[in-house]
């Protein structure tokens, strides 16, 4: 994922036919993607950690300022529903 994840929202989920949870999240360009745990998103290698049914979390990798690099967990709700980054 090449788009800041600012750009991104989640609008829907859907469950696999393993009973693994897919989040359906609308990039940048207006298309839609599906995503799973494990999966990177964003621009700073997001990992997906968890997906529920409207909410994805994830901990991104960014750069300290010191040369060295800290994980920042992020969340990402569904379309219509507050939540904190």
Known sequence: GQFPLADLAM??????????LWALVRDGNGGVVRV???????QNHGRIIL???????????VPNGLGGWVERPKTIALDGIGGEN
């Open 51 to 61: 997906v529920s049914d409207n909410r994805l979390n994830l901990i991104e990798i």
């Open 11 to 20: 609008v829907g989920s859907m469950s696999g036919g393993d009973g693994v």
């Open 36 to 42: 799973k745990e494990g999966f990177y998103m964003g």
